[in-house]
């Protein structure tokens, strides 16, 4: 069975780091574009970073450029998100997504195939 399992979340102060890793079992990820997303309360989900299968190409939301860096770790098969400077608007339930038919990245979460559960990540002094 296809799936996609988070990790990593917790909390942490502002300033602070964290990685999170999504894990893929029942596929392989290395030529599928992987996306991180995150939803506050209230709020819409919307893309953070991704990475294309196709090419070494990765996107960043201008919110987290410099802060975020999306990586692959094909073996053991796991897509990680290094956020680093967190700041108090980062706060929100972070998931990861796969896009399996083109291989490269999109801004429309319907293209995205599977999707993990999510994890918390909160942002606190």
């Known amino acids: 069975q296809e799936q996609l399992v988070e990790s990593g979340g917790g909390l942490v102060q502002p300033g602070g780091s964290l990685r999170l890793s999504c894990a893929a079992s029942?596929?392989?990820?290395?030529?599928?574009?992987i996306g991180w997303f995150r939803q506050a309360p209230g709020k819409e989900r919307d893309m953070v970073s991704c990475?294309?299968?196709?090419?070494?190409?990765?996107y960043s939301a201008d919110s987290v450029k410099g802060r975020f860096t999306i990586s692959r770790d094909n073996t053991p098969n796991t897509v990680h998100l290094q956020m680093s400077s967190l700041k108090p608007e980062d706060p929100a339930v972070y998931y990861c997504?796969?896009?399996?038919?083109?291989?490269?990245?999109?801004?429309?979460?319907?293209?995205?195939?599977?999707w993990g559960q999510g994890t918390q990540v909160t942002v606190s002094s």
């Open positions: 029942g596929f392989t990820l290395d030529t599928y574009a």
């Open positions: 997504a796969t896009e399996l038919d083109f291989g490269r990245c999109t801004y429309t979460q319907s293209d995205y195939d599977y």
């Open positions: 990475s294309n299968g196709v090419d070494d190409r990765t």
